[in-house]
């Protein structure tokens, strides 16, 4: 959910041996989440991008993040939960694809695990 955090991840996924990136992701609208969205840039694996709705009202609404994702080249699918988002990249991924849920933790919440 921050910069150092985000560039860490992203250099791991790159240096994972997967095929695709399924991301599900929202983030805290009072975070500075253009710079981590911009950092999705440098994953040098197809990406997919799943913008999930959470419980938490401090995250932004998803279309909004569609929005702004899209001026940014990264085009995703709007969800109504992360739990639905997360249903959909299941089905979608190849056994060799990994799926990252994350932006906030509020993302990770509200998994039902």
């Given amino acids: 959910h921050n910069e150092d ?4 991840i992203v250099a791991n996924i790159n240096d994972a041996d997967c095929s695709e990136v399924h991301w599900i992701l929202n983030f805290s609208s ?10 999705l840039k440098n994953c040098q694996h197809t990406s997919h991008f799943y913008w999930a709705k959470t419980a938490s009202e401090r995250c932004l609404a998803p279309t909004d993040l569609q929005n702004i ?5 990264l085009h995703g699918t709007v969800f109504h939960s992360v739990g639905e988002a997360l249903a959909t990249a299941q089905v979608k991924a190849s056994p060799n694809d990994l799926i ?6 509020f993302v990770v919440a509200d998994l039902a695990l």
């Fill in 5 to 8: 955090a985000f560039q860490f």
């Fill in 30 to 39: 009072d975070k500075e989440f253009q710079k981590l969205l911009s950092l």
């Fill in 69 to 73: 994702a899209a001026e940014m080249q």
């Fill in 100 to 105: 990252f849920v994350g932006g906030s933790t």
